[in-house]
């Protein structure tokens, strides 16, 4: 049955295409559901952008919650001819953007959504249209909300394709489905000649990936070697797997342990004083930072070319690898091929210098769940640790094919019991004579506030594993998840003085027997912070061009406001074993806006009302320039005229800042950055206000950095 499915998946996903050349360098972002990622055109991740690593970030309306260092794939044969007719013994490709044009040769990178992303407006301002290069193509027909095609040619004559998946349903919104298909193609360049024509040999594939386990760990963890994943443990499930292949899984019994599973979670680190199991940032009452669970689950192996039935002996590894720790494969010459000897051995399942391990490494090094062993300390390797996967050995005719797929996913605590649990556990941290006692997630107690708070954590791997257990019941349907309805069309937010209306066109969805209506989420100061439910209303019409609408009257002067609007269903569509049944709701982040909205006063009578506030501005200091609740690099222009152009001058008269206020309110509000997106530095400012008439009005602003 299993067969059936994957061959239908493939035939449906995969339409004849002539592809072109394009740059190692283009990427495109997924950004609609608690898992954002960006993916790269040279067949694999670095995530680093310069400043931080960039990638996997959930959940991803917080920031800072970046997960992705490092993947290190590779692909090697034996008994290899290139087209020059020189032998190799073992040959290696290294999915690396520096061999770009050498052995990769990147031919595809698109995106495909399900339908078209709404627009988004605040005062209108486009909030959308910055991301309107992550979308290529609308295909209606699609089951997934995006679809990712990324094609690559190697000097192997092996083709990589990886076609990757993401869903909006909020059940499945935080992992990715990742189908790879190694296609012997013969074509080691960028050109449509076929330079080889043989069988490809003893074929294998694998990878290497480094996890931070939260951006902002780094800085809870105080060292900040975590930014690269230093101090990450990799456990590992389902060693018996080939006893359940054909299991069902139910929402009766949705966590199973079998699936071939590998992940990261943040262990110890030498260098921190308390317990630092879950990074309890102690500035920030002891939220724990670090609830990620973070990883990769095996959803199937083709067992040869021709035989698309799952192979349960495979992958050949799934473990831990120290994280800097590889073999190079050198320029693919005759004096390389004992580098690449060893990328075939490593990707046989024999570590390389024997950095790494196929058992629970946490479980075979850690005493208890108190132990303060830094992982690090178990191989030295500064890079920190790997999950790694490999698999063959595949002959591969010209012409023919194998499948891999996984799912790439991250789950842990909510954010909520991420801030209940740190704060309980830094009030007895600070307090050496509090006991507890502390409610243990079994329903027992504890008093031991470390062992509370990392019992809790520990919780995450029966999550990751529930989320791999969604991402394999979905594979086996077929991808015939229950779907929610279609976000609105399109929603608008305008700031007014003494209101803020909010306005969305009609979902698409509106017609459907199931739709249920409309729920309204609001934010206060900032768009990164919880959202409560405002507003909730049924269906208009059938008509798909009707405007709902909703006026906020409980905003206070002074404050910013962050909304977003998702669709609802009744539920009666989502009774399967897919995932829990009732109510499904359209994707957050299609509507979620960015850019605050606020109460506006009444245009300015004269020039002389002008005001600036804070001014001064003093980023470190509190009072007045804390005034717009945490926004910081904000300040306002008040009682300014309905219709003016505000400059904004150095102390030696350059002009580094012009906006256009045209809304016919009284306030205006200013970032602090310059026309070319840098932040002021300390100095006066020299700000001047124009009216269209010619009037003119100067005010000093000093800022303080």
């Known amino acids: 049955m299993k067969k059936l499915i994957i061959l239908t998946i493939l035939s449906s996903l995969f339409t004849a295409t002539a592809f072109a050349q394009v740059s190692a360098a283009e990427k495109r972002y997924i950004r609609i559901g608690s898992l954002q990622s960006h993916f790269s055109a040279y067949g694999s991740e670095r995530a680093w952008t310069g400043t931080y690593y960039e990638g996997l970030r959930w959940p991803a309306q917080y920031p800072y919650q970046d997960n ?27 999915f690396y953007q520096g061999d770009e044009g050498i052995s990769l040769f990147p031919m595809e990178m698109e995106q495909s959504a399900k339908f078209a992303p709404p627009s988004i407006y605040v005062d209108g301002d486009d909030l959308s249209s910055i991301f309107a290069a992550d979308i290529d193509t609308v295909d209606v027909n699609q089951v997934p909300d995006r679809i990712v095609n990324n094609v690559v040619n190697t000097s192997m004559g092996l083709t990589q394709t990886r076609t990757i998946l993401a869903f909006s349903q909020q059940y499945h919104d935080n992992y990715f489905i990742k189908i790879y298909t190694f296609t012997n193609t013969g074509n080691t ?48 499930r389902g060693e018996d797997y080939a006893a359940h292949q054909n299991d069902v899984i139910t929402t009766a019994d949705p966590i199973q342990q079998w699936i071939r599973a590998g992940w990261s979670y943040l262990g110890q680190s030498k260098d921190v004083t308390w317990d630092n199991i879950g990074a309890p940032d102690l500035d920030q009452r002891g939220r724990l930072t670090s609830p990620h669970h973070t990883g990769s689950a095996v959803l199937h192996v083709d067992k040869s070319w021709n035989d698309s039935t799952d192979n349960a002996n495979q992958p050949t590894f799934l473990g831990w690898h120290a994280g800097d720790t590889y073999p190079s494969v050198g320029y693919q010459r005759v004096e390389d091929i004992p580098g690449m000897t060893a990328v075939y051995n490593m990707l046989s399942g024999i570590p390389y210098n024997g950095k790494g391990g196929n058992e629970r490494m946490d479980e075979e090094y850690l005493q208890s769940i108190t132990h303060r062993l830094d992982p690090f300390t178990v191989h030295g390797d500064g890079g920190g640790t790997n999950v790694m996967i490999t698999y063959g050995p595949f002959d591969i005719p010209p012409g023919e094919s194998v499948v891999i797929i996984e799912a790439e996913g991250i789950n842990g605590l909510s954010r909520q019991m ?84 909010l306005s969305w066109l009609a979902s698409p969805s509106e017609s459907d027997a199931d739709f249920g209506g409309y729920r309204l989420f609001r934010a206060i100061g900032k768009s990164d912070t919880v959202h ?74 004269t020039l002389e009302d002008i005001r600036i506030v804070p001014n001064p501005f003093n980023v470190k200091a509190s009072g007045t320039a804390m005034a717009y609740f945490e926004q910081f690099d904000k300040i306002m222009f008040l009682d300014v005229p309905g219709q003016c152009t505000i400059r904004i001058f150095t102390e030696r008269g350059d002009l580094i800042k012009t906006m256009e206020h045209t809304d016919g309110s009284g306030d205006h509000e200013w970032r602090l950055n310059t026309d070319y997106r840098q932040t002021l530095v300390s100095g006066v400012y020299l700000v001047h206000f124009e009216t269209p008439e010619g009037l003119s009005a100067y005010r000093k602003l000093l800022v303080i950095r």
């Open 68 to 94: 992705s260092v490092i993947k290190r794939a590779w692909v090697a044969a034996k008994d290899f001819q290139d087209d020059e007719g020189t032998d190799f013994s073992y040959y290696a490709v290294y």
């Open 532 to 605: 409560t439910e405002i507003f909730a209303c049924g269906k208009g019409t059938s008509n798909p061009t009707i405007v709902h609408e909703f006026e906020d009257t409980t905003p206070v002067r002074g404050q910013s406001y962050f909304y977003y609007v998702v669709a609802f269903n009744d539920g009666s569509n989502n009774q399967t074993e897919m995932n829990p049944k009732g109510e499904l709701h359209s994707g957050r982040f299609y509507t979620q806006t960015t850019q605050g909205a606020y109460l506006r006063r009444q245009a300015g009578a």
């Open 418 to 501: 991420c801030e209940d649990i740190g704060a309980r556990w830094l009030q007895a941290y600070e307090n050496t004579a509090d006991a507890g006692p502390f409610d243990l997630p079994d329903g027992s107690q504890t008093g031991d506030e470390d062992v509370y708070k990392n019992t809790w954590v520990a919780t995450g791997k029966d999550s990751i594993m529930l989320t791999f257990s969604r991402a394999l019941r979905n594979l086996d349907s077929g991808f015939n998840i229950p779907q929610p309805p279609l976000p609105p069309e399109n929603f608008t937010v305008q700031s007014g003085g003494d209101r803020i209306i």
């Open 189 to 236: 360049d960028y050109d449509a000649e076929i330079e080889l024509n043989d069988t490809l040999r003893a074929v294998r594939m694998g990878w290497g990936t480094r996890y931070s386990m939260g951006r902002e760990a780094a800085w809870a963890m105080v060292d900040g070697s975590q930014g690269y994943g230093k101090h990450s443990w990799v456990t590992k």
